[in-house]
């Protein structure tokens, strides 16, 4: 059998990272506001954090784990379940897939992200953008620029670590990539959310400004940065995310 057709691979990537964005990154959104109202413990923290501290990145964290690793089983045979841009540009940049293919999946991917944004606001109600900002990412407070870009780094230089030991590494046994994957996205996003919100993916940045209420037209929260700082420092990081 044949590889599937280029049509259906984009729909796997397109579909993949729209419940990337729906499960994952909008669990961040949840959590913001089931912490509505409460009084953040440190300057340190803007919501996420207020209900159970750590435990609710880590929560957030798992929600990513499970979502991508379910996307890797159930899609990885179709479209290789890149659901990162920056993961198919890597691969393509060492000769491990296609650069003619490249583009068809970055843009099925930024689409996929966009209609789960969507969706989510849709399902969730104007409190998903108001309050929970879709789960965008930014520096936190007390974050500066270069710290933010320095934690995306790591993260992305970790995640990337992994895909290429774990899923293109054949003399690895099959089965392993998507627990290993899904659980080094948790461990990340756990250690450093709070420092820039943890995206790790340059498609999650774009489908975070989807939202139909803009951040300068209410009190927008970007992952739990309030809409002041979310206008003052607008994600500079977009080509160091992963």
């Not at 954090?49 to 979502?67: C, P, S, Y």
């Not at 491990?96 to 849709?122: E, H, I, K, M, N």
């Not at 993260?155 to 590494?169: R, Y």
Request: charge should be positive.
């Amino acid at each position: 059998m044949g590889a599937p057709a280029p049509g259906k691979r984009a729909v796997a990537e397109g579909l993949g990272t729209l419940l990337l964005v729906y499960f994952g990154a909008d669990a961040a959104a949840i959590t913001l506001m089931l912490a509505r109202g409460t009084t953040p413990g440190t300057s340190f923290s803007i919501g996420i954090g207020a209900l159970g501290g750590l435990a609710d990145w880590l929560a957030i964290g798992m929600a990513f784990a499970i979502v991508i690793a379910a996307m890797i089983y159930a899609l990885g045979r179709v479209s290789g379940a890149h659901l990162n841009p920056a993961v198919t540009i890597a691969l393509a940049a060492t000769r491990r897939f296609p650069w003619s293919d490249t583009a068809v999946y970055v843009v099925a991917q930024l689409v996929g992200t966009a209609l789960g944004s969507v969706l989510f606001a849709l399902s969730a109600g104007a409190d998903a953008v108001v309050i929970g900002g879709l789960g965008a990412t930014a520096p936190f407070p007390g974050i500066g620029t270069g710290q933010a870009i320095l934690a995306e780094a790591i993260g992305t230089f970790v995640l990337m670590l992994v895909i290429m030991g774990v899923a293109v590494d054949r003399r690895v046994p099959p089965g392993l990539a998507g627990v290993v994957i899904g659980l080094t996205v948790g461990g990340i996003i756990t250690t450093t959310g709070n420092i820039a919100g943890s995206s790790l993916n340059p498609a999650l940045t774009p489908s975070d400004r989807t939202s139909p209420t803009p951040c300068w037209a209410a009190p927008c929260h970007r992952r739990g940065v309030p809409q002041r700082l979310a206008r003052s420092r607008p994600t500079p990081f977009f080509l160091a995310q992963g």
